[in-house]
C-alpha cells in the first residue's frame, strides 16, 4: 500500500487522524508513505 501525504490525510477535518490509522494499519505486507512536505508530528524520522 502507498500512502501519499500522510500529513494532509492527518490535516483533514473530515477524517484526520483516524483516516492515517486504518491507512497505515491495514496493509498485510507493506507501507510506503510518499511525503513531499513532511510527515505529521510522530512520524518523522529521528
Known amino acids: ?7 494532509d490525510i492527518a490535516n483533514d477535518p473530515a477524517g484526520g487522524v483516524g483516516n492515517l490509522y486504518v ?5 498485510t505486507q507493506r507501507l510506503y508513505m510518499v ?4 510527515l505529521p508530528a510522530g512520524l518523522e524520522q529521528s
Open 1 to 7: 500500500m502507498v500512502v501519499v501525504e500522510p500529513a
Open 35 to 38: 511525503a513531499a512536505h513532511g
Open 23 to 27: 491507512a497505515m494499519t491495514r496493509p
